[in-house]
């Protein structure tokens, strides 16, 4: 029988199990993300992280066992149902920015604002607005080949962020970027989320941006590091899947803490959400 989500979770996972052409990416991962918390997922290239997130965000259908979001079930949703869901109530960044390259950088911000149903003013303020916070405000009437990579993956985060969707998945976003403009990404993205009261799921495979992060978790061969082999997802109960979370904005006391699940955890409505890998 299926335990009830937590009222505060705004995305819990029960004994997710995923696999890719045969091969298994996920084996029994049950996590919850509070309302407003900065999640880092972090883990080994090859672990699962962008899995989790695709299962997470209704890009990626489960094999087996549930995801809810707001208390409502994602994984009995088909494959339009998901792609609402993304389109009003997520944002996701990837590792590659995947712009309309037919569109200007303003155009390619405002356009989730716009499938949404704004009006053409607001959805093209909100754009600026998010252009000009990531420091390409210069670049709004460019098209996306005439931009830098660098430049094109701030306009994926504005495109991400200017809706302001309950929940933003971060992808591994900072890949193309060097130390100092990664730095500034991921300032922004924590930074908005917690003063908007978003929920940002991180996912990365450099433990120095879980830095940002309320809580960490992480994956290894497709498991939760803290379980030492498969999760049941059967006699898993609430208390079990939402224990040991840790005040946000503050570093467990011990790293064995976080191993357990207790410490820092730890892969919307974008146009063209990038597949995870």
């Known amino acids: ?28 991962v049950s996590l ?14 090859g672990s699962g992280k962008s899995t989790l997130l695709g299962c997470l965000a209704g890009l990626l259908p489960v094999d087996e066992g549930e995801v809810w979001f707001n208390s409502s079930p994602v994984h009995t949703l088909g494959r339009a149902g998901r792609a609402r869901l993304r389109r009003d109530r997520f944002g996701f960044v990837g590792s590659q920015p995947h712009l309309v ?12 604002l716009l ?18 916070r990531l420091d390409v405000a210069d670049t709004a009437r460019l098209r996306p080949e005439q931009l830098l990579q660098s430049q094109r993956q701030r306009i ?5 962020l200017a809706p302001m969707p309950p929940v933003v998945f971060a992808d591994d976003p900072t890949a193309p970027l060097h130390r100092e403009a990664a730095d500034q990404i991921l300032r922004i993205l924590s930074s908005a989320a917690r003063s908007h009261q978003l929920t ?3 996912a990365t495979h450099d433990p120095e941006q ?30 079990a899947v939402t224990a040991g979370r840790s005040t946000p904005g503050r570093p467990p006391a011990e790293p064995a803490d976080a191993a357990a699940g207790a410490g820092p955890a730890g892969s919307g409505a974008s146009a063209v959400p990038a597949t995870p890998r």
């Open 210 to 239: 879980a830095r940002y992060a309320d809580r960490t978790v992480a994956l290894v061969d497709g498991r939760l590091a803290a379980v030492p082999g498969p999760l049941d997802p059967e006699p898993l109960t609430r208390e």
């Open 101 to 112: 390259p037919e569109l200007t950088a303003r155009e390619n911000v405002a356009l989730p």
């Open 200 to 202: 940002l799921v991180l």
């Open 156 to 160: 994926a985060v504005a495109r991400a």
């Open 1 to 28: 029988m299926s335990a009830a989500p937590p009222d505060n979770d705004v995305l819990w996972a029960r004994g997710i199990v995923k696999s890719h052409h045969g091969t298994p990416a996920l084996r029994g």
């Open 32 to 45: 919850g993300v509070r309302i407003g918390e900065v999640l880092a997922v972090t883990g080994p290239r």
């Open 115 to 132: 499938l949404a149903g704004a009006g053409n003013r607001a959805a093209r303020t909100a754009a600026d607005e998010w252009l000009e």
